[in-house]
T-cell receptor
Framework: AQSVTQPDIHITVSEGASLELRCNYS??????LFWYVQSPGQGLQLLLK??????LVQGIKGFEAEFKRSQSSFNLRKPSVHWSDAAEYFC???????????FGPGTRLSVLP | NAGVTQTPKFQVLKTGQSMTLQCAQD?????MSWYRQDPGMGLRLIHY???????DQGEVPNGYNVSRSTTEDFPLRLLSAAPSQTSVYFC???????????FGPGTRLTVT
């Protein structure tokens, strides 16, 4: 069965610092991979997705992610974090049920001024 | 959250009560799903539908029923609420090739 792990429950970075959020997945075939962001009390917003092709994917809000098949990873990066990036981030992989997803447990990002 | 509405935003139930969480979309997407979100567990799929008249179970379906009589609506029914169903519930829609997915704003449910 598909699974997603996000090893870091909570990360704190200073504003302006670089960020990398880790995601590892288990999937039998070429995966469809996603990163979502959830601000407090809000729904989920899609940051970026990987379906095929170039392994470095650009998303909204200056985020990017790199698919590494050999490491079963899809880490999210941002070169300079803004205070508004404080939120919870979820990695997801396409699940067994077709159009649906298996989500990781999430990583909460705090940003220090 | 464009095009996906969920009602109510908040609900408190007593154990054993029943209720229906509403999800509606105006984007004519075929695929609709219900997830529950619990701390430290991400989102888990409850039920999903690939079109009107077609529904199926996800990862955690027990205690929930769904129906899909129209493309627009996908209600989630709790038949006899239990404290374990205290959670935040999200409805999601997607088009056929999954390249566009949207989540509703969520319903926060507390069962006492």
């Amino acid at each position: 069965a598909q699974s997603v792990t996000q090893p870091d429950i909570h990360i704190t970075v200073s504003e302006g610092a670089s960020l990398e959020l880790r995601c590892n997945y288990s999937y039998g075939a070429t995966p469809y991979l996603f990163w979502y962001v959830q601000s407090p009390g809000q729904g989920l917003q899609l940051l970026l997705k990987y379906f095929s092709g170039d392994t470095l994917v650009q998303g909204i809000k200056g985020f990017e992610a790199e698919f590494k098949r050999s490491q079963s990873s899809f880490n999210l990066r941002k070169p300079s974090v803004h205070w508004s990036d404080a939120a919870e981030y979820f990695c997801a992989v396409e699940g067994n049920y077709g159009q649906n997803f298996v989500f990781g447990p999430g990583t909460r990002l705090s940003v220090l001024p | 959250n464009a095009g996906v509405t969920q009602t109510p935003k908040f609900q408190v139930l007593k154990t054993g009560q029943s209720m229906t969480l509403q999800c509606a979309q105006d984007m004519n997407h075929e695929y609709m799903s219900w997830y529950r979100q619990d701390p430290g567990m991400g989102l888990r799929l409850i039920h999903y539908s690939v079109g009107a008249g077609i529904t199926d179970q996800g990862e955690v379906p027990n205690g929930y029923n769904v129906s899909r009589s129209t493309t627009e609506d996908f209600p989630l029914r709790l038949l006899s609420a239990a404290p374990s169903q205290t959670s935040v519930y999200f409805c999601a829609i997607s088009d056929r090739d999954r390249r566009k997915q949207y989540f509703g704003p969520g319903t926060r449910l507390t069962v006492t």
